[in-house]
């Protein structure tokens, strides 16, 4: 049963003429002043969402960007700001650092710790104070352990999920729920994962579906609308080679605002009839996310986000519309713990 909402924010400023006939991606030049509004923005975003009951407020961190997309320069001082401005808000990013999790679940879960790895030994075999040191300590401690972790799954390999399953990291899929799509195969492997070291879990346990999602009066509204922020989106992860199903000519076709509007290129109705966005009245998207409980018994978390390009307003707008009219439908919603004990 869902729980639980989240919602996720790269750190995009506002800007104007987006969309495939839009500037392009490497052509956006913003100065400073501009770009320092992230950071007002992040925190209307996060203060909305502590007061409507969401979960969790995620943020990328990405530094030398110039071009407005993810302008977040920190997420850890940005989190410790947002913590002093919010009640109840989790804040968190996502993180893929291969043997270094070793490293962070042993300083956050063992009193005291040493590590030998192909990358790293800690601690370095040297002297120390007239005696070689053994062991670390990270003081103090987190106050809640376990500490709650989460890592997007792209590929969905065995190997990276028998990797997750091991330290207990809990899953983020983004996409949506079309038939035979690739986010069920992932469910499905992810129980099997866990399966492996002798735990059964429901369809859909310890993941959360990742949907970016647009509210409207209708569907054909929604589509009008958010059409211009899912292209823009596209233009901009597609670069990064973060959309799979996008080939090298498409990309390129993508960097030409004269083609690209009229290019076979995906549409938001696409991805809408994939299950990838939300978008249309709340009793529609409110059906769909039921329809998914339905399927995935397990499933306690939804995230929803929205596309780059969506201006502070819009973006708080649809915060607070999915919030008062979406979320009350899902009648157990958690309200999430403050983060510190005060």
Not at 210 to 221: C, D, I, P, V
Request: charge should be neutral; aromatic fraction near 10%.
């Amino acid at each position: 049963m869902i729980t639980k909402f989240d919602s996720l924010f790269a750190g995009h400023i506002d800007m104007d003429n987006v969309g495939y006939g839009g500037i392009p991606v490497n052509d956006r030049r913003f100065p400073n002043e501009h770009l320092a509004t992230v950071f007002d923005k992040a925190q209307a975003m996060a203060q909305l969402m502590d007061r409507l009951g969401y979960s969790t407020f995620w943020m990328a961190e990405h530094h030398f960007q110039r071009e407005g997309y993810e302008c977040i320069p920190n997420v850890l001082m940005m989190a410790l700001h947002l913590a002093h401005v919010t009640e109840r808000l989790k804040i968190g990013c996502g993180f893929n650092i291969e043997e270094q999790v070793d490293i962070i679940f042993k300083a956050f879960n063992e009193e005291s710790f040493s590590h030998r790895g192909k990358h790293y030994t800690l601690p370095p075999q040297v002297p120390y104070r007239g005696y070689t040191l053994e062991e670390l300590t990270v003081v103090p401690r987190p106050l809640r352990l376990p500490v709650e972790c989460w890592q997007p799954i792209q590929g969905g390999t065995a190997r990276a999920m028998d990797f997750m399953a091991k330290h207990g990291i809990q899953g983020l899929i983004g996409g949506g729920s079309a038939e035979g799509g690739a986010m069920h195969k992932v469910v499905l492997g992810w129980q099997e994962a866990h399966a492996r070291r002798g735990q059964r879990l429901e369809m859909g346990e310890r993941l959360c579906f990742g949907f970016h999602f647009y509210l409207a009066n209708s569907r054909e509204q929604g589509i009008r609308e958010a059409a211009k922020y899912y292209e823009e989106n596209l233009k901009m992860f597609g670069e990064l080679r973060l959309v799979r199903a996008l080939s090298d000519e498409q990309i390129e076709i993508m960097r030409d605002p004269k083609r690209a509007p009229t290019a076979k290129l995906p549409r938001i109705e696409d991805a809408i009839a994939n299950g990838g966005v939300l978008c249309g009245s709340p009793e529609q998207i409110i059906d769909h996310l039921k329809s998914l409980e339905r399927r995935y018994p397990g499933l306690d978390r939804v995230s929803v986000s929205l596309s780059v390009g969506v201006p502070k307003a819009v973006a708080l707008e649809q915060l607070e519309w999915f919030g008062t009219e979406v979320m009350p439908a899902f009648k157990q919603v958690k309200v999430a713990e403050p983060a510190m004990a005060k």
